[in-house]
């Protein structure tokens, strides 16, 4: 029993969130759909706990290992925990606005947040899955919560589909890496790497292959990148602003924690598979976003290059790597956020905008919100000083000091080719004339309030959030597996 004590003191925050989840669910079922707005209200405060928690749990392993908890979980957890938390406020209003609010949204929510701490913490292949599956069927039914609408409900479809296949590829990997290794755990695994380093069996490399191709399909990197621009498109906008936030962080947390530790010694050899996928990425993310009329799809496509730029972290193999890829991704998640809640606060005629065409001439009626939005826009195209900038700026510096130069060069190649969706943008609200005069409507204090923090961080809040970034940042890189 003390043993169980201890391990269930470090995961205190995923066994709050988890019996918090059934609770709320029991509360909603017997109130009814009345329940909505408080089950969403607790939900929010139940994810700030459990972010409190995460910070003061101790740290260590449990569970034979299977569960990590050093400073690289603790700073993904909290990261999590408070993007779903954002996903929730977003999402309850709009919700309710559209009339499809349901209690189960923030309780879907909380579940996948557990499943997203699990594969942060993960420090064996079956944790890895279990964590893993368990935020994918929360996202699949949340994909397709707008049950009425067709889109919604093939983007569900399609989302689970592929990612069913994706989780093959995933268990078939995890199946010849313990096969070839006799073990589940990272920590095993490395002992039998660094056996294949020094011209050992490649059995282990085939696994490992099948695995980062599981892993690619989850943070929608090219070219597994299939399912993301149509599930952008038609799942719920607040719904594609979680996906583009926590499930993000949450997997390249667990792609840099399962690479390094378990498989640190064949570097090279992974590190040429991240290669090839990041330039995947820069490819078809630059060139696809080009083309694209819908705004959900182009930021589809955006998310597919920005984590080939994130993944440069991980491919340098270094400490300075994996600090570099946690502040891209902090840095990408908050423009993200803002992106999304501009979004949600722009409506005509109680329709929501969704075509980049009918941002044109937006400063007439929103001046306000064009300014957040091209702000924003800068920012994640990468202009200088933006935070956007500082997020490549560090993974780019880290892949060119790791040898990766050359990558690091088409990366900067892909965000010059990039930048003309987001400077079209810009173009068409500031210097185009409306093709609607009818004016926008009010636009909710929530989604509001949210879009214009983000902007005041892009720019100017940044060059201050910087001096504290970096410290925490260092700290989660340099404790990795300390725990």
């Known amino acids: 029993m003390p043993d169980l004590s201890s391990a269930l003191n470090l995961a205190a925050s995923e066994v709050t969130l988890?019996?918090?989840?059934?609770?709320?669910?029991?509360?909603?079922?017997?109130?009814?759909?009345?329940?909505?707005?408080?089950?969403?209200?607790?939900?929010?405060?139940?994810?700030?706990?459990?972010s409190a928690l995460a910070i003061n749990a101790p740290l260590g392993q449990a569970f034979n290992g299977a569960f990590v908890a050093d400073p690289l979980a603790v700073y993904g957890k909290v990261a999590i925990y408070l993007l779903s938390a954002v996903a929730v406020v977003l999402g309850d209003g709009w919700m309710a606005r559209t009339r499809i609010a349901r209690f189960e949204y923030p309780v879907l929510i909380v579940l996948a947040s557990v499943g997203m701490a699990m594969m942060v913490s993960s420090g064996d292949l079956i944790s890895l899955y279990v964590g893993i599956e368990l935020h994918s069927l929360a996202l699949y039914v949340l994909a397709a919560f707008h049950r009425d609408d067709l889109k919604a409900s093939e983007a569900g479809l399609k989302y689970f589909v592929l990612g069913a296949l994706s989780s093959g590829l995933l268990l078939y990997g995890a199946s010849l890496i313990y096969g070839f290794s006799g073990s589940m755990r990272f920590e095993d695994i490395a002992q039998s790497a660094r056996s294949v380093a020094d011209g050992g069996s490649a059995g282990l490399i085939f696994g490992l292959v099948f695995l980062i191709c599981g892993l690619a399909f989850k943070v929608s990197a090219a070219p597994f990148h299939m399912w993301t621009p149509d599930v952008y498109e038609g799942a719920p906008t607040p719904v594609v602003a979680l996906f583009s936030t926590a499930p993000k962080m949450a997997a390249m947390v667990l792609v840099a924690r399962v690479l390094s530790e378990g498989f640190g010694a064949i570097h090279d050899q992974?590190?040429?598979?991240?290669?090839?996928?990041?330039?995947?990425?820069?490819?078809?993310?630059?060139?696809?976003?080009?083309?694209?009329?819908?705004?959900?799809?182009?930021?589809?496509?955006?998310?597919?290059?920005?984590?080939?730029?994130?993944?440069?972290?991980?491919?340098?193999?270094?400490?300075?790597?994996?600090?570099?890829?946690?502040?891209?991704?902090?840095?990408?998640?908050?423009?993200?956020?803002g992106f999304f809640a501009v979004l949600l606060s722009l409506s005509r005629g109680g329709k929501p905008i969704r075509r980049i065409a009918d941002l044109a001439g937006l400063k007439k009626t929103r001046p306000l919100t064009t300014v957040v939005l091209t702000i924003l826009s800068l920012s994640v195209l990468g202009m200088p000083p933006f935070s956007g900038f500082w997020g490549k700026y560090y993974v780019f510096g880290a892949a060119a000091d790791a040898g990766y130069w050359m990558v690091a060069a088409a990366g900067l190649v892909a965000s010059v080719v990039a930048a003309f969706y987001y400077l079209r943008i810009i173009k068409l609200m500031w210097f185009d004339p409306p093709i609607d005069e009818q004016a926008t409507d009010a636009q909710p204090i929530e989604a509001r309030t949210l879009a214009l923090a983000s902007a005041a961080f892009a720019f100017p809040v940044v060059i201050i959030g910087l001096t504290w970034l970096e410290p925490l940042t260092a700290i989660a890189a340099s404790g990795f597996g300390a725990g």
Do not use: H, P
């Open 270 to 337: 992974w590190a040429q598979v991240l290669v090839l996928i990041c330039l995947a990425s820069f490819v078809v993310g630059a060139i696809g976003g080009l083309a694209q009329r819908d705004l959900q799809r182009l930021l589809a496509y955006s998310s597919i290059a920005n984590i080939g730029y994130a993944l440069l972290g991980i491919v340098a193999g270094t400490e300075a790597g994996l600090q570099a890829m946690l502040m891209f991704m902090t840095l990408y998640v908050i423009d993200q956020i």
């Open 18 to 50: 988890a019996v918090g989840a059934m609770v709320l669910l029991l509360l909603g079922a017997f109130m009814g759909e009345k329940s909505t707005r408080l089950i969403s209200i607790l939900s929010v405060a139940l994810l700030v706990a459990a």
